[in-house]
């Protein structure tokens, strides 16, 4: 089934601050990073078995994607990886934010907001003005997260307007 899309159109919104003693980290081409990232994207956006090739389809393959300057993690004070999300420009000028995932241990302390407001700050800061982002249906926090931000609902058809009535409602 296809995604739910959501667009944010170049408006203002607030920078979030992440925790105190979390920190932002770029992605540096570590083996062990990869390994990171795979753990983190594993508690809520890929099959449990996924390995590097997924890394590879998802981040390396993408055409657009900058892994050292577009994938970033927040570390936790203890050094170990909380939160990933992956922003970067597609030909043509969109902005997209792309796996954006948080640990499940990490999550309810403003890391998802903090991380999304800081790939909006970088994209806009490129010149971007309007970024997109894909989500399902059933990952209701993050789109509540989302709406709050200012992203609003793409609906390109009667089954989107449908599925995020739905998901609106749910919301409410």
């Given at each position: 089934?296809?995604?739910?899309?959501?667009?944010?159109?170049?408006?203002?919104?607030?920078?979030?601050?992440?925790?105190?003693?979390?920190?932002?980290?770029?992605?540096?081409?570590?083996?062990?990073?990869?390994?990171?990232?795979?753990?983190?994207?594993?508690?809520?956006?890929?099959?449990?078995?996924?390995?590097?090739?997924?890394?590879?389809?998802?981040?390396?393959?993408?055409?657009?994607?900058?892994?050292?300057?577009?994938?970033?993690?927040?570390?936790?004070?203890?050094?170990?990886?909380?939160?990933?999300?992956?922003?970067?420009?597609?030909?043509?000028?969109?902005?997209?934010?792309?796996?954006?995932?948080?640990?499940?241990?990490?999550?309810?302390?403003?890391?998802?907001?903090?991380?999304?407001?800081?790939?909006?700050?970088?994209?806009?800061?490129?010149?971007?003005?309007?970024?997109?982002?894909?989500?399902?249906?059933?990952?209701?926090?993050?789109?509540?997260?989302y709406l709050r931000m200012g992203?609003?609902?793409?609906?390109?058809?009667e089954e989107m307007q449908e599925?995020?009535?739905?998901?609106?409602?749910?919301?409410?």
């Open positions: 089934m296809e995604q739910l899309s959501m667009i944010f159109r170049g408006k203002s919104f607030d920078l979030c601050e992440l925790p105190e003693g979390y920190s932002f980290d770029y992605f540096s081409g570590a083996l062990g990073q990869i390994d990171e990232w795979l753990a983190i994207c594993r508690e809520g956006l890929i099959e449990p078995g996924a390995g590097p090739e997924l890394f590879k389809a998802a981040i390396l393959d993408v055409r657009g994607i900058d892994p050292v300057k577009d994938l970033v993690f927040v570390r936790a004070p203890s050094g170990e990886a909380a939160a990933t999300i992956t922003f970067y420009t597609e030909p043509g000028g969109k902005g997209m934010l792309h796996m954006v995932c948080c640990r499940e241990k990490y999550r309810g302390l403003g890391i998802g907001n903090a991380i999304v407001s800081y790939a909006l700050a970088q994209l806009t800061g490129r010149g971007t003005m309007q970024i997109g982002l894909t989500t399902d249906d059933f990952r209701l926090p993050a789109i509540r997260a992203f609003e609902p793409v609906v390109n058809s599925r995020w009535k739905n998901v609106l409602d749910k919301l409410r």
